[in-house]
């Protein structure tokens, strides 16, 4: 019982409760996210989707690459980490996202990393390795919605600045 009032007093006055860690929070809060996103069904608006990928993003110190696949009504099917890399920088092969989206049965996916630097800016590689996606997918009519670059709490959508 002790405990449960602290954690009620450490929310309302927004602090953290003894013992319990900033990984652990955050573990929480994906896996929270996760579900509501999954049951979500659908991405009512860009919104959920930044909020979601902010906490995915936030305990990592390396670049990852990951899909969220859609089905025809933009229902979400699923997120998956398809790459990992180093802090600055990370491979990804066109083939397979083509494979992990033919295995999703993904109608249209939403293609996102995280730059651990901080800095959401796409880079010429970013750009580069979008196009090569964009047109890989389109070879089996899916559509790319958007890549998503997570900086810190910034995030920058290709789709908004005309990039796709």
Do not use: C
């Amino acid at each position: 019982m002790r405990k449960s009032k602290e954690i009620t007093k450490s929310v309302i006055h927004k602090t953290k409760p003894r013992g319990v860690s900033d990984k652990q929070i955050l573990y929480w809060a994906e896996s929270i996210l996760l579900e509501q996103f999954k049951r979500s069904n659908f991405l009512s608006s860009p919104e959920i989707t930044r909020n979601f990928l902010k906490i995915m993003f936030a305990k990592e110190t390396r670049e990852i690459f990951a899909l969220i696949f859609l089905d025809n009504q933009n229902g979400v099917l699923g997120v998956e980490v398809l790459f990992q890399g180093t802090i600055d920088g990370a491979a990804v092969y066109p083939r397979e996202v083509v494979k992990a989206v033919l295995d999703n049965h993904a109608a249209a996916v939403i293609l996102s990393h995280n730059h651990p630097s901080g800095s959401a800016e796409p880079s010429q590689a970013d750009q580069r390795i979008t196009n090569r996606i964009v047109n890989a997918l389109e070879t089996i009519d899916v559509r790319v919605l958007d890549h998503l670059i997570v900086g810190g709490s910034e995030i920058v959508s290709f789709a908004e600045r005309g990039l796709l």
